[in-house]
């Protein structure tokens, strides 16, 4: 199966600032099928970026997604306080699908 | 509005059976698969495997493979999550999702809690 590595584990960083997410895979992700989810505590995963690039209905434009084959970075542009939480990168390119272990993106 | 909402927690016994459940509204149910998910307390995402319920197609991950069944029951736009014997290891949350036209889960239920416990 496609194991997805994402770093750092943990990214502290103040509002304002900007945030640079790595998800590296260990073979390449057919078609840059690529998603990223940010999840807050108790809540349901949200859907932010697929197909590596396209932000999901409702995402602000100060979220976006690059990479193709086996890296794979999640932006965002200028941090609000709402954005801390934890992402997760998912590849469904290859199957079986997979998750990766999460970033938890704190408030410095 | 597409929503997917799922059955309330339950507190189980190890040994004893459990069916977990997934409603869908606002889209055509039969047209789009259906994802679970679990999650483990304080750790990450897990994908568990997929159906379709139109035909109930089944895809399940090599890691789940035996240990769950997933099925659907188109005519009440329901999709079902199943243990035959819960182990104290099943104790997560479990989410349902929808799977978009180009594969993306952009709707997820909000989560299912299982606790088994002695």
């Known amino acids: 199966e496609t194991v997805l590595t994402q770093s750092p584990g943990t990214l502290s960083l103040s509002p304002g600032e900007r945030a640079t997410l790595s998800c590296r895979a260990s073979?390449?992700?057919?078609?840059?099928?690529l998603a990223w989810f940010q999840q807050k505590p108790g809540q349901a995963p949200r859907l932010l970026i697929y197909g590596a690039s396209s932000r999901a209905t409702g995402i602000p434009d100060r979220f976006s997604g690059s990479g193709s084959g086996t890296d794979f970075t999640l932006t965002i542009s200028r941090l609000e306080p709402e954005d801390f939480a934890v992402y997760y990168c998912q590849q469904y390119g290859n199957s079986p699908r997979t998750f990766g272990q999460g970033t938890k993106l704190e408030i410095k | 509005e597409v929503q997917l909402v799922q059955s309330g927690a339950e507190l189980k016994k190890p040994g004893e059976s459990l069916k977990i459940s997934c409603k869908g509204s606002g889209y055509t149910f039969t047209t789009y698969w259906i994802g679970w998910v679990r999650q483990m307390p304080g750790k990450g995402l897990e994908w568990m495997g997929i159906?379709?319920?139109?035909?109930?197609?089944?895809r399940y991950s090599p890691s789940f493979q035996g240990q769950v069944t997933i099925s659907a029951d188109k005519s009440i736009r329901t999709a079902y999550l199943q243990w035959n014997s819960l182990k104290a290891s099943d104790t997560a949350m479990y989410y349902c999702?929808?799977?978009?036209?180009?594969?993306?889960?952009?709707?997820w239920g909000q989560g299912t809690l299982v606790t088994v416990s002695s």
């Open positions: 999702a929808r799977r978009a036209t180009l594969g993306e889960l952009d709707y």
């Open positions: 159906i379709y319920p139109d035909d109930s197609d089944i």
């Open positions: 073979q390449s992700v057919s078609s840059s099928l």
